[in-house]
């Protein structure tokens, strides 16, 4: 059974997969723990903004600029938290 943090967790990782346009093959490779500055090459400040603009659409919130923090984007996991934090 899937429960809502997995299916998060899921589709956080596909957005990002889709968004710094990832080969498919790498999406697997990006567990909870994963850093997003320095573990993903392709993942910069630009990434930041794309990814961040990607998730309000999909997940249907919007980022709180007091919320927009460094630490949201510390690991994979960390931002998929986030999105369930905001998603409530």
Known sequence: MMTTETATFDDVRDLIVATLGLEAGRRDAL?????LFGGIPEFDSLAVVTLAAALEQHFGFEID???FTAEIFDTVGSLSDFVDRSRH
């Open 31 to 35: 567990k909870p723990w994963t850093p």
């Open 65 to 67: 600029g007091e919320e």
